[in-house]
């Protein structure tokens, strides 16, 4: 009896010897997360101090998606023999100076994908794989500080598809305003004088004309989220079936290293383009929302 009470009072203090040393490693370990709290608080405040200096700014974050498939003799579908897949690419960059009296953005956002469906019982169709998503945007603005948070500017930006039809339609935009700053990392341009040329072969259609510029381009990371949204609008003074407008929203989460996961996608209106489409007159085209979204890979150079 006495030698089962002593090994309970040595179990029952092993025990208590194991959960304050639990508690122990938990009150050290809580320590050491506030000291690399702070630590890291001042390593922001560093940062952010770096990034309020004059000069260049650069960077760039980009999506890839796919997949790919194979089916043999999988007769629940019409096409039992076939093999497809789809593949997504996404990059934005950019570059900017920042002095102290003026400034020079430049900004790239470049949305390809390709899919195929190649049904190997049918000899007449394609194996290749063929473009879907085709996007190219190219800007540059320059402004000059005339108070804390307003420019006068000018701005060039570009717009068409490099995979099919390159520059037909090719838009250039050209004009000068005002640029406002509100907040850090949001950049709205309003351009009262902007000319809109337009590069295309069906001249029935597309025209080039005067008008407004407006862009709104918010881009900002925040631990390991990035995340960039662009707004550009065209509003002719000729005709509103000449207007035209794009949104952009890419979105980036880092999950090791340099590699996380990614979500884009983009939304237009430009009846120009769906008349040359539906390969009727400027008048009649039933000018739906354009829309397109990709999900995939991320990586953040």
């Given at each position: 009896?006495?030698?089962?009470?002593?090994?309970?009072?040595?179990?029952?203090?092993?025990?208590?010897?194991?959960?304050?040393?639990?508690?122990?490693?938990?009150?050290?370990?809580?320590?050491?997360?506030?000291?690399?709290?702070?630590?890291?608080?001042?390593?922001?405040?560093?940062?952010?101090?770096i990034?309020?200096?004059?000069?260049?700014?650069?960077?760039?974050?980009?999506?890839?998606?796919?997949?790919?498939?194979?089916?043999?003799?999988?007769?629940?579908q019409?096409?039992?023999?076939?093999?497809?897949?789809?593949?997504?690419i996404?990059?934005?960059?950019?570059?900017?100076?920042?002095?102290?009296?003026?400034?020079?953005?430049?900004?790239?956002?470049?949305?390809?994908?390709?899919?195929?469906?190649?049904?190997?019982?049918?000899?007449?169709?394609?194996?290749?794989?063929?473009?879907?998503?085709?996007v190219?945007?190219?800007?540059?603005?320059?402004?000059?500080?005339?108070?804390?948070?307003?420019?006068?500017?000018?701005?060039?930006?570009?717009?068409?598809?490099?995979?099919?039809?390159?520059?037909?339609?090719?838009?250039?935009?050209?004009?000068?305003?005002?640029?406002?700053?509100?907040?850090?990392?949001?950049?709205?341009v309003?351009?009262?004088?902007?000319?809109?040329?337009?590069?295309?072969?069906?001249?029935?259609?597309?025209?080039s004309?005067l008008?407004?510029?407006?862009?709104?381009?918010?881009?900002?990371?925040?631990?390991?989220?990035?995340?960039?949204?662009?707004?550009?609008?065209?509003?002719?003074?000729?005709?509103?079936?000449?207007?035209?407008?794009?949104?952009?929203?890419?979105?980036?989460?880092?999950?090791?290293?340099?590699?996380?996961?990614?979500?884009?996608?983009?939304?237009?209106?430009?009846?120009?383009?769906?008349?040359?489409?539906?390969?009727?007159?400027?008048?009649?085209?039933?000018?739906?929302?354009?829309?397109?979204?990709?999900?995939?890979?991320?990586?953040?150079?």
């Amino acid at each position: 009896m006495k030698k089962i009470l002593v090994a309970g009072a040595f179990l029952i203090g092993m025990i208590s010897m194991h959960a304050q040393t639990k508690e122990e490693l938990h009150t050290q370990k809580a320590e050491k997360q506030a000291e690399a709290d702070a630590l890291q608080g001042e390593a922001n405040a560093l940062q952010a101090q770096i990034d309020a200096l004059p000069g260049w700014r650069k960077g760039a974050f980009g999506t890839i998606g796919g997949s790919l498939s194979e089916f043999s003799n999988w007769y629940s579908q019409d096409a039992s023999d076939n093999s497809s897949g789809s593949i997504g690419i996404t990059v934005n960059a950019f570059a900017n100076l920042i002095e102290d009296d003026f400034f020079w953005r430049n900004n790239l956002n470049v949305n390809l994908g390709w899919v195929k469906l190649d049904d190997k019982n049918d000899p007449t169709d394609s194996e290749d794989f063929n473009a879907t998503t085709d996007v190219f945007n190219i800007s540059s603005l320059y402004g000059r500080n005339i108070a804390k948070n307003l420019a006068v500017s000018g701005l060039a930006e570009y717009r068409t598809t490099i995979l099919d039809n390159f520059n037909d339609p090719g838009y250039l935009d050209v004009g000068v305003g005002l640029t406002w700053t509100p907040i850090e990392n949001l950049i709205v341009v309003a351009h009262p004088l902007n000319y809109n040329f337009v590069f295309a072969k069906n001249d029935a259609v597309f025209e080039s004309s005067l008008g407004a510029k407006i862009v709104a381009d918010y881009t900002r990371q925040i631990g390991a989220i990035s995340f960039k949204s662009n707004f550009s609008t065209f509003q002719s003074y000729k005709d509103g079936d000449l207007s035209n407008f794009t949104w952009i929203n890419s979105f980036g989460y880092n999950l090791w290293k340099m590699i996380g996961v990614g979500f884009d996608f983009g939304l237009r209106s430009n009846k120009q383009e769906a008349a040359n489409a539906q390969n009727v007159l400027l008048p009649a085209a039933d000018n739906k929302l354009q829309s397109y979204w990709l999900v995939g890979l991320n990586y953040k150079i």
